[in-house]
């Protein structure tokens, strides 16, 4: 609603100018000569309510940046008779940016699109007052802008994790969403958006500080899984929205879930094989230090009897039961919205049969000809996951 009725004001205000610009130059013979100008102000105190010797306001008559300059005796005489519209406009333009949430977005391409299509209109006049003072609402119009995007900014990084948090999409992606989404249909027939890319871009950096920010964070949950998921989230909402100022940064979320998940898959995987993890490490330490792999199970806390004990803590069934505690419990911390479940098992699976192959590798290594072997074979590992994901 705002939005009409800011582009209404718009509209009826370059012929209402316009109008008045023409009949005063007609009716004062003014041209846009310098030498106008006494003429202009005498007649300026004749036909208005009377003003101050010190003429024009300050700020009609500066020529900097932000502020209308004065063009010609035409446009003095208009900044007088109009003086009230630049304080009115500004204030407009303020209920309008409180309206709603994003309301000096909204703002900001209405003036856009509202001043370049007078500038290309055949009636409108080449850096009239009424541009001038647009063109200044405009500033004020990006002033607004940037200040909120701040002020966004912000919020997002120092935004607080919530006390009960357990996982899912944080609050400040939920935003970048929401300001996207917004924000591009906005845009949509817009004539320019460099103002938007630019924010785009500083609030990409924000939500991006407050993910990395989690790992500071005392969550309940494992904090590679809220990253993983969030940076997920991200990058699969900006392969939807195909922004173009935005591809690095879906490149890097892309990255940063790839990089999360295997932490998470690797944090989480060495807890069904713990002791097996923690025996082939030590195995793998004493050849990197130099052992010889044939001499390794004469090493005490390494002999093929402590192998065989720790083997004996693993058979098939417990694995299996294992696996099948392990699958329960990221189905119940991942967040359904994602749907991450599948991803994360295969790459579970990938990453068990690795681990399985590497132990295989360091006891034929280290312990050849021992006769020693795993509880379950790799088929059996694979039979384990295929009915845990085909029951589930």
Same mark, same amino acid.
């Given at each position: 609603?705002?939005?009409?009725? %800011?582009?209404?004001?718009?509209?009826?205000?370059?012929?209402?100018?316009?109008?008045? =610009?023409?009949?005063?130059?007609?009716?004062?013979?003014?041209? =846009?000569?310098?030498?106008?100008?006494?003429? %202009?102000?005498?007649?300026?105190?004749?036909?208005?309510?009377?003003?101050?010797?010190?003429? @024009?306001?300050?700020? @009609?008559?500066?020529?900097?940046?932000?502020?209308?300059?004065?063009?010609?005796?035409?446009?003095?005489?208009?900044?007088?008779?109009?003086?009230?519209?630049?304080?009115?406009?500004?204030?407009?333009?303020?209920?309008?940016?409180?309206?709603?949430?994003?309301?000096? @977005?909204?703002?900001?391409?209405?003036?856009?699109?509202?001043?370049?299509?007078?500038?290309?209109?055949?009636?409108?006049?080449?850096?009239?007052?009424?541009?001038?003072? @647009?063109?200044?609402?405009?500033?004020?119009?990006?002033?607004?802008?940037?200040?909120?995007?701040?002020?966004?900014?912000?919020?997002?990084?120092?935004?607080?994790?919530?006390?009960?948090?357990?996982?899912?999409?944080?609050?400040?992606? &939920?935003?970048?969403?929401?300001?996207?989404?917004?924000?591009?249909?906005?845009?949509?027939?817009?004539?320019?958006?460099?103002?938007?890319?630019?924010?785009?871009?500083? %609030?990409?950096?924000?939500?991006?500080?407050?993910?990395?920010?989690?790992?500071?964070?005392?969550?309940?949950?494992?904090?590679?899984?809220?990253?993983?998921?969030?940076?997920?989230?991200?990058?699969?909402?900006?392969?939807?929205?195909?922004?173009?100022?935005?591809?690095?940064?879906?490149?890097?979320?892309?990255? !940063?879930?790839?990089?999360?998940?295997?932490?998470?898959?690797?944090?989480?995987?060495?807890?069904?094989?713990?002791?097996?993890?923690?025996?082939?490490?030590?195995?793998?330490? !004493?050849?990197?230090?130099?052992?010889?792999?044939?001499?390794?199970?004469?090493?005490?806390?390494?002999?093929?009897?402590?192998?065989?004990?720790?083997?004996? +803590?693993?058979?098939? +069934?417990?694995?299996? !039961?294992?696996?099948?505690?392990?699958?329960?419990?990221?189905?119940?911390? %991942?967040?359904?919205?994602?749907?991450?479940?599948?991803?994360?098992?295969?790459?579970?699976?990938?990453?068990?049969?690795?681990?399985?192959?590497?132990?295989?590798?360091?006891?034929?290594?280290?312990?050849?000809?021992?006769?020693?072997?795993?509880?379950?074979?790799?088929?059996?590992?694979?039979?384990?996951?295929? &009915?845990?994901?085909?029951?589930?």
């Amino acid at each position: 609603v705002s939005k009409q009725m %800011l582009e209404q004001v718009l509209r009826e205000l370059q012929p209402l100018c316009t109008a008045e =610009q023409q009949f005063l130059e007609k009716f004062f013979q003014l041209s =846009q000569d310098a030498a106008d100008l006494q003429v %202009l102000e005498v007649s300026v105190r004749t036909v208005s309510s009377p003003v101050p010797s010190a003429s @024009l306001p300050s700020s @009609l008559i500066q020529g900097s940046a932000g502020t209308v300059g004065l063009e010609g005796p035409t446009t003095q005489l208009l900044s007088e008779i109009f003086s009230c519209l630049e304080p009115e406009l500004r204030g407009f333009l303020d209920v309008c940016n409180k309206v709603h949430p994003f309301g000096c @977005l909204q703002v900001l391409v209405t003036l856009n699109d509202s001043i370049f299509e007078m500038w290309g209109s055949s009636s409108a006049l080449s850096s009239s007052f009424l541009n001038a003072v @647009l063109g200044n609402m405009l500033l004020l119009a990006k002033s607004s802008f940037n200040k909120y995007i701040g002020t966004l900014c912000k919020e997002m990084e120092e935004a607080k994790m919530p006390s009960k948090m357990k996982g899912g999409i944080l609050p400040s992606v &939920s935003c970048f969403e929401e300001f996207v989404n917004f924000s591009e249909e906005v845009f949509r027939t817009a004539r320019r958006r460099g103002e938007l890319d630019k924010a785009h871009l500083r %609030l990409a950096s924000s939500v991006f500080s407050s993910i990395n920010s989690l790992s500071s964070a005392n969550l309940k949950v494992n904090t590679d899984m809220v990253m993983m998921e969030n940076f997920h989230h991200i990058h699969c909402f900006l392969c939807q929205k195909k922004i173009h100022c935005l591809e690095g940064t879906k490149r890097e979320a892309k990255q !940063r879930y790839s990089e999360h998940l295997e932490k998470y898959v690797i944090k989480y995987l060495g807890q069904p094989l713990e002791k097996l993890n923690h025996f082939f490490e030590g195995v793998k330490a !004493r050849v990197a230090q130099g052992v010889k792999e044939e001499e390794v199970s004469f090493q005490l806390a390494y002999s093929k009897q402590e192998l065989r004990k720790v083997i004996e +803590k693993y058979p098939g +069934k417990e694995v299996k !039961r294992a696996l099948e505690t392990l699958y329960r419990k990221i189905h119940k911390y %991942l967040s359904p919205e994602e749907n991450l479940l599948p991803v994360v098992w295969h790459a579970m699976e990938q990453e068990f049969i690795r681990q399985y192959q590497e132990f295989e590798d360091l006891i034929q290594r280290c312990y050849a000809g021992s006769g020693i072997a795993m509880d379950f074979t790799m088929e059996d590992l694979l039979s384990y996951f295929n &009915s845990i994901t085909l029951s589930n």
